[in-house]
Each structure stands twice: as C-alpha cells, then as structure tokens.
C-alpha cells in the first residue's frame, strides 16, 4: 500500500500534499528537488520485514509495500533490480579486504543502475496518462527509458549529448525512442529536455527533477542490506554524476533505519572523476553549495558540469560520516580490467570508478577503510556500454597465422594468465 504522506522540500523545507505538486518546488525555479515523506509506523505495521520474502519477487518490486505507488499499477515487465551481490574473494584478498562485496546493477534489463529509476517513472506517467515521457541523459537513462518503455508501449524522446558512447545510442534506437542528439554536453540537453517538457505538455523523468527517480532507486540500498541478512554494510562505494544515485541510496537506507530493519546507516563513499568533481569540490572545501565545473571525463555517465542533486549528495556523504574521492580517467580506465579479471564483472567506465574510489581511499591515510570492514562496490553499469574505454584499458589481442607454429611462437611473448 502506498504510504506516501507527501513532499519535503531539499531546499528551503516547505511541505506539499503527495498530488500538489508534479516535480519540484515552485519556489526555486527547478532546483527545488523534493524528498518523500512516509507514514513509517503505517509501513513497518503493514508489512513486516519478513512479508519481503514472502512475496516470492525477486525483482525491485519486491519492495513494493516501501514505494510511493498505488496498489493496483501495473509495473513494467522487464525485471528490473533483483541484482547479485557478490562476495568478492579474490579481489578482496588482493586488496586486504575479506568481506568486500560487488553489487552488479550491469545485470538490469537495459545494462545499467538506471533502470530502477525509469521503471517507477513509467509507473507514475501512465498512471497520468502520459502521451510521451522524455528524459535527458548521458545515455544510460535514455536507455533505461527508452527499454522499459517499449516494453509497455509507452513513446519517449530522449536528450543525449551527440558525444554519447554509441552502444547507448545504439540502444536507444533500438528501443525505438525519437532520439535527439545535442550538439552540447549533458548540462545543454537537460536544460533542452526541461523546456521541450513544458512547451509540449511531455511526462519528463530528468534526474533529481523527477522525484520518483530517487524513490525507485532506493530499491538498491533494499536489496543491498537484504542480502547482508539486514546488516547495514560499513561502507558503500558508488560513482557520482548528478548525485541521484548516492541521494537514493541514502533515502533507501533512511527509510530501513525509520522502519527498524537497520540499526546504523554505512558509509556512503562518492567517487568523482577529477575531471567532474563538483561535489567532491564542494565537500573537500567544506561548502553548503555547488560550483559548477567544466566537466570532461572518459566516464561518460558521471560528466556533469552541475550535479543536478549535489545538495543532496552532499548531505548523504556528510549525514553517513562518509568522504568524497576524485580519481583520474587514468585511475579509472585502470580499474575496469582489475575488478573484470579479480571477480568476473565488466563494467563500464562509471562503474569501475568505485574500485578506483576504494583504491583512492586505502592509500589515503586519513580516509583508510578498517581490514574488518564490511564495503559494498556498487557497480552502476555494464562494459558493453563502452568497450572503447575497455580496449584502452585492456589492450590489443594478438593476430596469428591459423598454426599450431604460430601459436607456439606467439606464446613465447605472451604470458598466459
Ligand atoms: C548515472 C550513472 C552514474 C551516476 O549517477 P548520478 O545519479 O548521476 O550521480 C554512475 N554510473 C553509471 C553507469 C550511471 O549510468
Ligand atoms: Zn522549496
């Protein structure tokens, strides 16, 4: 049942009823994110934490009791969410940390973190009736759009820089989304995105702008303490674009703690490129607010000029007593063939940069992660997204005659692993 009591603004506190406004509030142009607000007692009397397993789902709709829906919507048919959490042994030893898991959000239908998003998105814009929903975006959420939109029939228009890898277009026009290419970066087709909404009465799912994307991807931080049998890991890592990502898990994780499931909430760790550290700018220099950056990174899906929920990314680091990390493209395109050759997982270049963040951490003194610890990697999207940045960082294979000679002869110089 949907406990939704309303919104909160994340700017200047101001309460709505749950149908008063659509987005954001009004008093800050678009800039006034709101935060959910839930009738926790209604929530834990209603559902009793073991009710979850009971449901037998094994998607993110397992937790529907805990989402802002209405009973009877239809969700999506793809399975969304429901990703492996993996002890990860030999990465863990590699780097003096046993109980090191991988969470891989690659495995969701459309190969990203962002579907978790779209899915109650599309919930939402059906239930409006929504002749088109649209969405800006690096790529990943215009393919999480796009995906679980064909999969209800639902048209979409995405915004996407024309510099987006091309797998991702790939998939939005494979989808069969309208897909506008933006002669500009991601910061251009967000703001094209908003105004095309409002000119063309469109159901728009911009991140941090859209509430329900940060409601839908709280599900993660759900699954993630799940599978730890409700305890709360020590530390998450997780890349930072917008900051929608790191908001949603620490909303998820708020809501376990109001609800009981957990008694402390982790560490939330972001990792930025250096090249796109508007957050973690901010949080080193201790400010309330966010300078925008000219952002240019070989991790596409976390280039953001201006963090479109950097107020409230930088509350989840500081709230959880966690830290902000930059790493380098160097670091991160590093990371990728590390974390596939130690645990089987290939992500793309913002996935990886949360072993490049834990890296980045454990050589750093003061940020150092205890040996005990129990650290979540969460890995937001799959290495088929990118593989130019995956060939970088892995180099070429060799080319042979087809002879048992010349494989001989090319096994002196390689060194088989
Ligand atoms: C969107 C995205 C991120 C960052 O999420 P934000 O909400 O923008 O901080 C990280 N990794 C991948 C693969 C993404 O698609
Ligand atoms: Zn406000």
Redesign the pocket.
């Known amino acids: 049942m949907n406990r939704l009591l309303g919104w909160r603004c994340s700017v200047c506190g101001a309460t709505y009823a749950p149908d008063e406004i659509e987005y954001v509030c009004p008093r800050h142009g678009d800039a006034g994110i709101v935060d959910a607000v839930y009738d926790y007692a209604g929530m834990a009397a209603a559902t009793p934490r073991a009710a979850l397993a009971a449901s037998g789902n094994l998607s993110m709709w397992r937790y529907r009791p805990l989402l802002p829906i209405a009973a009877d919507a239809a969700a999506p048919p793809l399975h969304v969410g429901g990703t492996p959490l993996y002890q990860a042994q030999a990465l863990g030893a590699w780097l003096g940390l046993p109980n090191l898991f991988v969470k891989d959000d690659g495995r969701n239908p459309t190969a990203?973190?962002?579907d978790r998003a779209s899915a109650l998105v599309l919930m939402k814009a059906q239930e409006q009736g929504a002749s088109i929903v649209t969405t800006a975006s690096?790529?990943?959420?215009g393919a999480a759009l796009a995906g679980l939109a064909a999969s209800i029939g639902q048209p979409t228009v995405i915004f996407a820089p024309k510099t987006a890898p091309s797998a991702k277009v790939a998939q939005l026009l494979t989808y069969g989304a309208t897909v506008l290419l933006v002669d500009g970066n991601y910061d251009a087709a967000f703001e094209l995105c908003l105004a095309a909404s409002k000119e063309f009465g469109w159901y728009c799912r911009n991140?941090g702008y859209n509430p329900y994307t940060v409601e839908g991807k709280k599900t993660a931080a759900f699954e993630i303490c799940e599978q730890l049998q409700w305890r709360a890991p020590d530390a998450i890592f997780v890349?930072?674009?917008?900051?929608?990502?790191?908001?949603g898990l620490h909303r998820g994780l708020q809501d376990l703690l109001a609800l009981g499931w957990i008694d402390r909430l982790p560490k939330l760790m972001a990792v930025q490129a250096s090249g796109s550290s508007a957050i973690y700018n901010a949080w080193a220099s201790g400010a309330d607010d966010i300078t925008p950056v000219q952002a240019t990174t070989v991790a596409d899906?976390?280039a953001?000029d201006l963090?479109r929920?950097g107020l409230r990314?930088l509350r989840a680091i500081r709230q959880t007593g966690g830290k902000a990390i930059q790493v380098t493209d160097a670091e991160i395109l590093a990371a990728i063939p590390l974390l596939a050759r130690l645990t089987g997982v290939f992500a793309?270049p913002?996935?990886a940069?949360a072993l490049a963040g834990l890296q980045a951490a454990m050589r750093d003194q003061g940020s150092a992660i205890a040996p005990e610890a129990t650290v979540v990697l969460m890995i937001?999207?799959n290495g088929l997204?990118d593989i130019g940045s995956a060939m970088k960082a892995s180099g070429q294979a060799t080319i042979i005659e087809p002879t048992l000679a010349a494989v001989k002869k090319a096994l002196k110089t390689i060194q088989v692993r």
């Open positions: 990203s973190f962002k690096t790529g990943n959420a991140t890349s930072v674009g917008d900051g929608n990502i790191i908001t899906s976390i953001a963090p929920d990314a793309e913002a996935g940069a937001t999207g997204k």
